[in-house]
């Protein structure tokens, strides 16, 4: 007669892999590859966002290069009007054939600036993107030796104030972009007695001297917010020393706060709350 013995107890590791066969084992899945997003389109989708607040439905881009700021604002949203203003011949062919199809995008061959006439532009060696009517100082070749300029152009400059009424239209709510390299205040000084229908800037504001008697971050926010009655948004970071990786430059964003959102307004005292 042979006598069985009962089977001592499982160890805890069989035990565990028949519970997982009983239940149907679940196999984590690998994340999903994120498809690669635009660089900056956050500070784009926020900068948009600003415009839809503040009802803006003309953006005028000065110092617009190949249209890269243009296509960016479609990309994230924008559906307004916007008038580019770029007075290199090469990179104005690139911004023409973005706008091409967009009967909302017009180009106009002019720089911006105090005064109207002829004005000599440095060319940068970046494709004419840190190209400035400015000498470019030392700290910025050493910081970026590719923007080193190649040579000069003699462009057509105007005022913003003696091209308003053909720019724009009875009711728009304008926002100037500017990004013309130490220029700032020439161009902002420009808009004369239309300075007050600018509804918001985005302009340029190095933190230490980049370029020859270029307006610095302390001056740009004295001309936004003293003589345009404007208010910071935000700032975005620009130009970054790769040697110490100190920033020496960005992009500050102010609008004119005209109208009070009422769920920020704070009833007097004494009334009842709404």
Do not use: K
């Amino acid at each position: 007669m042979t006598t069985e013995t009962a089977p001592g107890p499982r160890p805890l590791r069989a035990r565990a892999r028949a519970a997982v066969r009983r239940l149907g084992a679940v196999r984590p899945r690998a994340p999903r590859p994120r498809a690669p997003r635009h660089p900056g389109a956050e500070d784009g989708a926020r900068l948009v966002q600003l415009l839809r607040r503040y009802e803006i439905d003309l953006v005028l881009d000065v110092g617009a290069y190949g249209g890269a700021y243009g296509a960016m604002l479609r990309r994230c949203g924008y559906q307004g009007r916007i008038v580019s203003f770029e007075p290199l011949r090469e990179p104005r062919a690139e911004l023409r054939l973005r706008a091409a199809e967009d009967p909302c995008w017009s180009v106009l061959p002019y720089a911006l600036g105090e005064r109207t006439g002829p004005l000599t532009l440095n060319v940068a060696g970046d494709a004419g993107v840190s190209s400035s009517a400015l000498a470019m100082l030392p700290r910025h070749r050493a910081a970026a030796p590719h923007t080193a300029y190649t040579g000069t152009r003699s462009v057509e400059a105007h005022r913003l104030d003696e091209l308003w009424e053909r720019v724009t239209a009875p009711g728009e709510r304008v926002f100037l972009r500017v990004a013309v390299q130490g220029y700032e205040r020439e161009v902002l000084r420009g808009a004369g007695a239309y300075a007050d229908e600018i509804v918001g800037i985005q302009a340029g504001a190095a933190l230490v001297p980049l370029y020859e008697g270029g307006a610095g971050f302390d001056e740009v926010l004295a001309v936004g917010r003293g003589e345009l009655g404007l208010s910071l948004m935000s700032v975005r970071p620009g130009l970054v020393d790769p040697r110490d990786g100190r920033l020496l430059g960005c992009e500050v964003v102010l609008l004119r706060e005209d109208t009070p959102d009422p769920s920020e307004q704070v009833p007097p005292q004494g009334a009842p709350p709404a």
